[in-house]
């Protein structure tokens, strides 16, 4: 399950939209998610909380656009 967050407008407004990868057995939910932005023309800022536990964020995105996001991952230290 991940979980992501928007704000706006000074951060007046905040929207959060969960996805989750299935509900039951050979199933799939949409991994898109929507945002109305009424009169905005950017979000200040958009975070995304990933499964992993790692948070990443975007900044003043700018409004009516697709964003395809994905998760930032560390290579793995084999040494410790």
């Known amino acids: 399950q991940s979980e992501l967050k ?3 407008a000074g951060g007046a407004n905040l929207a959060r939209r969960e996805v989750t990868s299935g509900s ?3 199933s799939q939910n949409e991994l898109i998610l929507t945002f109305g932005l009424a009169q905005a023309t950017r979000v200040d800022e958009i975070q995304i909380r990933w499964p992993s536990g790692a948070v990443q964020s975007l900044h003043n995105v700018t409004a009516d656009q697709t964003l ?3 998760e930032k991952l560390e290579p793995a230290n084999l040494w410790n």
């Open 6 to 8: 928007g704000s706006f």
């Open 24 to 26: 039951s057995y050979a």
């Open 68 to 70: 395809i996001v994905r």
